[in-house]
């Protein structure tokens, strides 16, 4: 059973950065293509980030484009989120998320087969 547990989350202001993990549990990391999806206060589950099993191809939502950036460590079987330049319209629950079909690079949230439980992230202004 592939279990994904996120930390780093918490309370920044405006411009400033944080950086979310996502440890995960199980069989090798390098199995799984990774992402970070977002849901923010009254809003629908949307895609942030995702990357490769071997890291060689990432995508990101044009929202956090230059501003974000996905990375992997699979002898750690961790996955990392640096935010910076947060803005407020960033505060969400941040979820990661692992796809089994390591042949794609997925924005899309129902692709994704295994998902952690949660960090909150509050941008204040």
């Known amino acids: 059973q592939v279990q994904l547990v996120e930390s780093g989350g918490g309370l920044v202001q405006a411009g400033g950065s944080l950086r979310l993990s996502c440890a995960v549990s199980g069989p090798t990391l390098s199995l799984y293509t990774m992402g970070w999806f977002r849901q923010g206060p009254g809003k629908e589950r949307e895609f942030v980030a995702a990357i490769a099993w071997n890291g060689g191809r990432t995508v990101y939502a044009d929202s956090v484009k230059g501003r974000f950036t996905i990375s992997r460590d699979n002898a750690k079987k961790t996955g990392y989120l640096q935010m910076n330049n947060l803005k407020p319209e960033d505060t969400a629950v941040y979820y990661c998320?692992?796809?089994?079909?390591?042949?794609?690079?997925?924005?899309?949230?129902?692709?994704?087969?295994?998902w952690g439980q949660g960090t909150q992230v509050t941008v204040s202004s």
């Open positions: 998320a692992a796809d089994r079909n390591v042949m794609r690079v997925s924005g899309v949230s129902i692709d994704y087969d295994y």
